[in-house]
């Protein structure tokens, strides 16, 4: 195989390096300007705190993802894959109650820790309705992350850092500019929308805002989490987020975000911390939460792998593990990622 891979996001990175363990020849192009993975804090959570489920195949890629990324480390000498507890404040009496009923459950005790007396006793933020903790959580230090794939990936491929003009883009052929390739792999997150063969995909452009502060008073040992994220990245400092800002179209970032961000970080905390970062990325984002994944049925040879999220750190490893199954196995793909699942493709 002599794959072209377009985006060196999660996404790009992941495919890219399940194709090199298979020796296969890969090239990616990326324009240098990533605007969801190196803004995104990595923040892996197998819970979905809204009605305290399971995240989609949750028991599928947390085991994998932890091998995939401790590999990198590996191969690379770097450390960027850090284990995390999440504390949940409870927003209510029913989310106790669910969460009593869910930690009683087998399918769920590898994730929710029983409501122990020392959640009770916690008061180092308000919890007027208790608190409770998630296991198997992590985060990735996304711009180290990025820099080992991208090592890794010019050691044994090529990388190469330009926009992907789609003029020079011949899909029948396979061909970009001067070079033909067995497939092409486009990973442009929410710039899909100027891909010809994919733009309508039913993906929006969703930005996220978010802040770095440094705190005495914010705890530090674990990722503190109610209407907002807090997550200790070492040095009294934090990132804080996270903002949904649907159909965005520019990464700017606004005081709007700032002010929505720092209030709900006051439900928390009663403080008032230092700002010394605000970042914003767009993430793409699906109605159904699943991503886009597939061949395209007229271009064949040319694929999409897209609409990652929120999960992208969580669910990339292995479904791009999945994908290269598809790719060099005839493997079959989790039906929910079906590309052709919402609306016909454009010619």
């Given at each position: ?22 020796g ?12 969801s ?17 399971k995240?989609?195949?949750?028991d ?9 990324y ?44 029983k ?16 608190s409770?903790r998630?296991d ?57 929308k ?7 995909l ?19 040992d ?9 997550l ?68 064949k ?16 490893p ?12 005839g ?17």
């Open positions: 195989m002599n794959a072209l891979i377009v985006g060196g996001g999660i996404a790009g990175i992941s495919i890219a390096l399940h194709l090199l363990k298979r296969c020849s890969i090239t990616v192009i990326d324009q240098g300007e990533n605007k993975t190196s803004v995104a804090t990595g923040l892996i959570n197998p819970i979905v705190f809204r009605r305290t489920t995240s989609w195949r949750a599928d890629f947390v085991p994998y993802q932890e091998k995939f401790r590999d990198i480390e590996i191969n690379t000498s770097t450390h960027f894959f850090n284990p995390l507890v999440i504390r949940r404040v409870f927003s209510s009496e029913q989310e106790r109650n669910d969460w009593k009923k869910k930690q009683e459950r087998t399918d769920y005790q590898h994730y929710l820790n409501i122990s007396a020392q959640d009770n006793e916690y008061n180092l933020v308000p919890c007027p309705f208790g409770a998630v198997n959580c992590f985060w990735v230090d996304s711009l180290k992350f990025m820099v080992a794939g991208k090592q890794l990936i010019e050691q044994h491929g090529t990388w190469k850092t330009e926009p992907f003009n789609h003029s020079f883009f011949n899909a029948g052929e396979k061909k970009y500019k001067d070079n033909s390739y067995s497939h092409i792999i486009f990973c442009e997150g929410y710039e899909v100027n891909n010809p063969l994919f733009k309508n039913a993906i929006s452009p969703t930005k996220g805002q978010v802040l770095t502060v440094k705190s005495n008073l914010i705890p530090d674990e990722s503190l989490n109610r209407k907002c994220f807090v200790p990245v070492g040095d009294n400092q934090f990132k804080i987020g996270s903002t949904y800002e649907w159909e965005a179209q520019d990464c700017s970032i606004t005081d709007e975000g700032k002010n929505l961000i720092l209030e709900n970080l006051a439900i928390l905390i009663d403080d008032k911390p230092q700002i010394i970062g605000h970042e914003a990325g767009i993430r793409p984002t699906t109605i159904d939460r699943r991503p886009f994944i597939g061949e395209h049925s007229k271009y040879g040319n694929y999409v792998f897209n609409g990652l999220g929120t999960k992208g750190y969580m669910i990339a292995l479904l791009s593990n999945e994908f290269t199954s598809f790719l060099l196995d493997g079959e793909l989790d039906p929910e990622v079906a590309v052709y699942r919402r609306e016909k493709l454009g010619d």
